[in-house]
């Protein structure tokens, strides 16, 4: 046999070019909540039409009575869902992932109703409506399941909102026939308010606030 060399010459790599370093790939989005009737591929197609966030505990996401143009989809975390009620802020809720946040103000343009604050390192992701309208026409049938996953979003939180009247012992009057609004707390309520502030109004001891039973996407 021949004899081996005292020493190899060691294995060479090119240097990495600028402007390709390795990045983290952002986990993907949970089919979970708004998004659990989308498919691993809608889930992969619609994850570029929004953006990622990473946000530590304390950082607050939304503040009642500012502009909201987006809503958010968490992707991992806690985040904690309060609003200022006869000068207190009340808890509301809890989001974990697979939560919707922000997108009554996206379907109906208007300012935030509610704090919400990350409880736990949290990553987030958002869309806005702009794009929502992109990722629907060119998507429908993963654009249909998202829209059922945001009235069932709804349809939840109007069950814990007549948990959350019925604990502040608000007697709600007659139904109404089937198919109109049910008022369940306050008078002389503004049409144009949010669900969270006639919440708040009917939490407050106001009368007669009327909320619709009807999800109209």
């Known amino acids: 046999m021949a004899d081996q060399p005292e020493s190899q010459e060691e294995a060479s790599f090119p240097e990495t070019?600028?402007?390709?370093?390795?990045?983290?790939?952002?986990?993907?989005?949970?089919?979970?909540?708004?998004?659990?009737?989308?498919?691993d591929q809608s889930l992969v197609t619609l994850a570029p039409y929004g953006r990622y966030q990473q946000l530590p505990a304390g950082t607050m996401l939304i503040t009642e009575g500012e502009p909201q143009d987006c809503f958010y989809v968490v992707v991992s975390g806690?985040?904690?869902?309060?609003?200022f009620v006869a000068g207190k802020n009340v808890p509301l809720s809890i989001a974990e992932a697979g939560e919707c946040l922000g997108e009554v103000s996206v379907l109906d343009?208007?300012?935030?109703?509610?704090?919400?604050?990350v409880r736990e390192d949290a990553v987030l992701w958002s869309m806005n409506l702009e794009n929502l309208r992109v990722y629907l026409s060119e998507h429908i049938g993963g654009g249909g399941a998202l829209l059922m996953g945001m009235a069932q979003c709804l349809s939840r939180r109007i069950r814990q909102a007549n948990l959350l009247i019925s604990r502040?012992?608000?007697?709600?009057?007659?139904?109404?026939?089937?198919?109109?609004?049910?008022?369940?707390?306050?008078?002389?309520?503004?049409?144009?308010l949010g669900f969270f502030d006639r919440l708040k109004k009917s939490m407050a001891g106001e009368k007669k606030v009327k909320i619709p039973t009807e999800i109209k996407l």
Do not use: C, M
């Open 168 to 192: 502040h012992h608000t007697v709600p009057v007659e139904p109404l026939p089937r198919g109109q609004s049910r008022a369940i707390t306050a008078e002389n309520t503004p049409v144009n």
């Open 109 to 117: 343009p208007g300012s935030a109703s509610a704090n919400v604050q």
């Open 17 to 39: 070019p600028p402007g390709t370093e390795w990045q983290e790939i952002p986990p993907a989005l949970p089919a979970l909540g708004i998004l659990a009737g989308l498919s």
């Open 78 to 83: 806690r985040l904690d869902i309060s609003a």
